[in-house]
């Protein structure tokens, strides 16, 4: 008899963590019932094979109709939010989503559970005025086709296989929802935090890379920091390029420069130069880089602030500094060619492809 049991409903001692034993009980369970009203109804009913075949169709609308009621009510809800913590805060990660998740369905399920508790309690009369007329209706032509002999209340068997059918479909679908819908919603959301945090490990390889900078690049910095204190970069110099940074539309997402400052490495006078520093770069695989912008009018030399737009992958993208003696330079160690893009203080766009200078060594190039 344990045996019956457990191959008709599973191992009771691991319920909650499978509980597919249980659909499959409960599913033999309707369908042995099916089975031995659709034999009764054989031998009491004139007309047997209308008779089966309508009691099928009333029995499995009814269990169609509790089924999505108890959907609805066993619908998971989803927080509708995806939170990273960052720095003790925590803020909504829209970074690594193209599309939010869409809770349409949930909102419906919400709106109509509650519209079917209210109507219910308002309407308890009329529903129970709708259960008769129903099983009026459906036990009419059995008691009509009904063998002589058989002293069977049609009435109360239509009543009973419309509420048991209804309430089967609710309680299956709705154990359905709470279990096996939650757990595959919860993998498609794991599922979703593990790209996200490969693509974050990604950056962060890839920062690193551009970022382990020698000793000699921590002096330069050095230096840009001293310049940068004898030569104060202007504030409105810095907002209004940040506005018209974040204005610019993104062409190509690997390569996030690339188109968005006009393309050409001169225009207005000015020239955008790129310079392998040999031999300065003391982590194998990176290269020290100098970019270098100046004028090509010896009488109408660079001056002022002039920003350096880098890839994205850099922990500081936009780089400042002030052009001195016509020329206005960084230098950067990096481990492939991207496109770098410059705006100076006068307003004019320059844009260069570290990919098309010549005198790199060939694994700094991508293709």
């Not at 990660?93 to 369905?105: A, G, K, P, S, V």
């Not at 225009?267 to 955008?272: L, N």
Request: proline content about 2%.
């Amino acid at each position: 008899m344990t045996k019956i049991i457990e191959w008709f409903f599973g191992d009771m001692s691991s319920r909650q963590e499978n509980p597919n034993g249980l659909y499959k009980g409960i599913i033999v369970t309707i369908l042995t019932i099916t089975i031995i009203i659709s034999i009764m109804l054989s031998f009491i009913t004139k007309n047997s094979i209308a008779g089966i075949i309508t009691f099928i169709m009333v029995a499995g609308a009814c269990f169609a109709c509790g089924g999505a009621i108890g959907f609805l009510f066993g619908l998971p809800k989803s927080n509708g939010k995806s939170n990273n913590v960052s720095n003790g805060k925590n803020e909504t990660d829209i970074h690594h989503n193209d599309f939010e998740d869409n809770t349409n369905l949930q909102e419906v399920s919400d709106w109509l559970t509650k519209i079917i508790v209210g109507l219910s309690l308002i309407k308890i009369n009329t529903i129970f005025s709708w259960l008769e007329n129903a099983a009026t209706n459906f036990s009419n032509p059995y008691k009509e086709s009904c063998i002589e002999g058989y002293n069977f209340d049609f009435y109360a068997f239509a009543y009973s296989v419309i509420i048991l059918y209804f309430l089967i479909g609710g309680g299956l679908l709705y154990l359905w929802a709470r279990t096996n819908l939650s757990v595959i919603f919860s993998l498609m959301s794991k599922q979703k935090k593990l790209i996200s945090e490969k693509k974050d490990l990604v950056k962060t390889i890839q920062e690193l890379k551009n970022e382990n900078a020698p000793a000699h690049d921590m002096n330069k910095s050095l230096d840009e920091s001293i310049n940068n204190i004898s030569y104060q970069i202007s504030d409105a110099f810095k907002n209004a390029t940040e506005v018209i940074y974040n204005s610019k539309a993104i062409k190509y997402k690997d390569d996030l420069q690339k188109g968005r400052w006009g393309s050409k490495s001169k225009a207005g006078g000015y020239i955008f130069e790129a310079n392998y520093n040999s031999g300065q770069s003391s982590t194998i695989g990176m290269h020290s880089i100098t970019l270098s912008i100046r004028s090509l009018d010896a009488e109408k030399p660079l001056n002022g602030d002039v920003a350096f737009f880098l890839h994205d992958t850099f922990r500081d993208p936009i780089r400042y500094t002030k052009a001195i003696n016509n020329r206005a330079e960084i230098t950067i160690t990096a481990w492939e060619a991207f496109v770098v893009g410059a705006r100076l203080e006068n307003g004019i766009e320059l844009e260069l492809d570290l990919n098309n200078i010549k005198g790199f060594p060939s694994d700094f190039y991508w293709a």
